[in-house]
């Protein structure tokens, strides 16, 4: 069993193969949604249709980000001072790459779920290979 995995892989996720891969991927994956999701047993039951979901939330947050950063000045200028300003633009830089390192994570494990749902696809076998 191969331990490798690419940059960028979620530290909470065990290996695709291992033993746990799938538990842990499910608790990650279910700590990035909204809590609600909880309530609903086939994505416990699907855990890539939870990673799906996960992928479309995350990355409407990246997008939220962007539009909040475009705006910030706009919307903001009449009310917050300019160093304000600043400061909320510097916290939507933070976010912003914190969320798009976390939608690549998402798209790894997404990748290594769909590995095992779907094991003859060549797309998905051995989907992470080292590079020498």
Do not use: C, N
């Amino acid at each position: 069993m191969s331990t490798y995995v690419p940059p960028g892989w979620p530290s909470q996720v065990h290996p695709p193969g291992s033993d746990r891969f799938e538990d842990t991927a499910l608790a990650w994956l279910l700590e990035l949604v909204p809590p609600e999701y909880r309530r609903y047993g086939v994505l416990r039951r699907y855990p890539i249709a939870l990673a799906r979901m996960a992928r479309h939330h995350v990355a409407a947050s990246v997008e939220a980000a962007r539009e909040g950063f475009r705006t910030a000045r706009v919307d903001l200028g009449d009310v917050v001072p300019p160093h304000g300003i600043e400061s909320v633009l510097d916290t939507y830089r933070r976010e912003g790459a914190r969320l798009v390192t976390l939608l690549h994570g998402i798209e790894l494990v997404e990748t290594a779920l769909r590995g095992l749902a779907e094991p003859d696809d060549p797309a998905h076998q051995r989907p992470f290979t080292p590079k020498l």
